[in-house]
T-cell receptor, first 111, second 113 residues
Framework: DAKTTQPPSMDCAEGRAANLPCNHS???????VYWYRQIHSQGPQYIIH???NNETNEMASLIITEDRKSSTLILPHATLRDTAVYYC????????????FGKGTKLTVNP | EAQVTQNPRYLITVTGKKLTVTCSQN?????MSWYRQDPGLGLRQIYY???????DKGDVPEGYKVSRKEKRNFPLILESPSPNQTSLYFC????????????FGQGTRLTVV
């Protein structure tokens, strides 16, 4: 079973920041937080991952709370092409081995 | 360009007719895996391989076979497909060491009638 809880859906206005929350209250010390997204029925796409420090790349920022029990993925300026299902995954196995996908959050970016 | 390539993208077949879905990656990744995605059930891992000649079952391996004779290729074999294997299939690859990203193929939509 997925170790994360995410809201089933969210809406965001185009050009605004999209903040997607994820709860992972049972995360253990060696587990990382990964975010992937899936646009329509395409293959999942890696976004970002982190252990305890906040991370930023060209796609998004990842904010992890100090107790590591929750995190937020931030898309700073959402576009229509960011409409997708976003998956938050915790994994200790390098993140590259078995990924347990939950139901994710369906983000709809509206014009 | 780094990519995982699956073929075919779409396939309709009949029950019992053996088929193979190919998967190839050009990133020299050690780890490869297959997932299936079904409505309401999400993505589930079928088989994975940690390197050449090293494969193991995932969560839903029944009815599937795989092989890893070369590092770049990881075909998924359905010896006798059944309608409950109608699904969207994804191949993924990743570097074995450290915390790295997984790359997914474009998907293969399989219908077994």
């Amino acid at each position: 079973d997925a170790k994360t809880t995410q809201p089933p859906s969210m809406d965001c206005a185009e050009g605004r920041a999209a903040n997607l929350p994820c709860n992972h209250s049972t995360i253990s010390g060696n587990e990382y937080v990964y975010w992937y997204r899936q646009i329509h029925s395409q293959g999942p796409q890696y976004i970002i991952h982190g252990l305890k420090n906040n991370e930023t790349n060209e796609m998004a920022s990842l904010i992890i709370t100090e107790d590591r029990k929750s995190s937020t993925l931030i898309l700073p300026h959402a576009t229509l092409r960011d409409t997708a299902v976003y998956y938050c995954i915790v994994s200790s196995q390098g993140g590259s081995e078995k990924l347990v996908f939950g139901k994710g959050t369906k983000l709809t970016v509206n014009p | 360009e780094a990519q995982v390539t699956q073929n075919p993208r779409y396939l309709i077949t009949v029950t019992g007719k053996k088929l193979t879905v190919t998967c190839s990656q050009n990133m020299n990744h050690e780890y490869m895996s297959w997932y299936r995605q079904d409505p309401g059930l999400g993505l589930r891992q079928i088989y994975y391989s940690m390197n050449v000649e090293a494969t193991d079952k995932g969560d839903v391996p029944e009815g599937y076979k795989v092989s890893r004779k070369e590092k770049r290729n990881f075909p998924l074999i359905l010896e006798s497909p059944s309608p409950n294997q109608t699904s969207l299939y994804f191949c993924a690859s990743s570097a074995r060491r450290g915390h790295t990203e997984a790359f997914f193929g474009q998907g293969t939509r399989l219908t077994v009638v």
